[in-house]
Structure formats: structure tokens, C-alpha cells
């Protein structure tokens, strides 16, 4: 089992850049695939960004692809969320997600979950 938390959120001006830090509990956490996902008030939980649990293999929603890069330090048993020209539309509670195997875009496809760090992008 693993447990997951969040952090590096905050309000920031659009244009600037935040970097999300996912903190995981476990030694075994470089086996698990991580996603990053954002739900705004009102919507779904939506796909962000995710990363294979040998950090090989990444996948970006169309919406942050270019603004975004996901990385891991398995030393610190982190992964991170660089998001960089922010925009208004990128406010939400952003949580990360992991599971044993391979990486997801789907909800479903994670059995861990953080609480979720508010970003929130004034314009």
C-alpha cells in the first residue's frame, strides 16, 4: 500500500509556473505508475499527466502538452508536476494517483489517491 500527498500548490498570476510535488510513503513506490489529475468546481475529474513507474514513458492531456513536464526522483519517492505559462482555465484541485503496472489516463485506472493541492490562476 502506498500513501500519497500533495503540495506546491497556490494562486499565481497567469503566464507564471508552479511545480507540484506528489510525496509517497513506501519502499517499494518506484513500482507504481503515477498520474496527475485536476477537477474543477462543477467538472469531472480530469486527466493531466502521468508517468511509467520507471519514468520512461509519459503521457499528456492535449490541454497541458508543452506547458507541462512530469518527473519522478525515485531517491525521494516523489514525483513532480512542472507547469509552467498557467492559465485561468488550469485552476482546479490537482491530485496524483498511483498504481502497480502501467500508467493510466483513466480515474479507474489508480487505486491511490492524495487529497489534492488547490491551483488557482488569476487572470
Known amino acids: 500500500q502506498v500513501q500519497l500527498v500533495e503540495s506546491g500548490g497556490g494562486l499565481v498570476q497567469a503566464g507564471r509556473s508552479l511545480r507540484l510535488s506528489c510525496a509517497a510513503s513506501?519502499?517499494?513506490?518506484?513500482?507504481?505508475?503515477v498520474g496527475w489529475f485536476r477537477q474543477a468546481p462543477g467538472k469531472e475529474r480530469e486527466f493531466v499527466a502521468a508517468i511509467s513507474s520507471s519514468g520512461g514513458i509519459t503521457s499528456y492531456a492535449d490541454s497541458v502538452k508543452g506547458r507541462a513536464t512530469i518527473s519522478r526522483d525515485s531517491a525521494k519517492n516523489t514525483v513532480y508536476l512542472q507547469m509552467n505559462s498557467l492559465k485561468p482555465e488550469d485552476t482546479a484541485v490537482y491530485y496524483c494517483a498511483a498504481t502497480v503496472g502501467v500508467l493510466s489516463r483513466r480515474t479507474m485506472g489508480y487505486s491511490y489517491w492524495g487529497q489534492g493541492t488547490q491551483v488557482t490562476v488569476s487572470s
Open positions: 513506501g519502499r517499494t513506490f518506484s513500482r507504481y505508475a
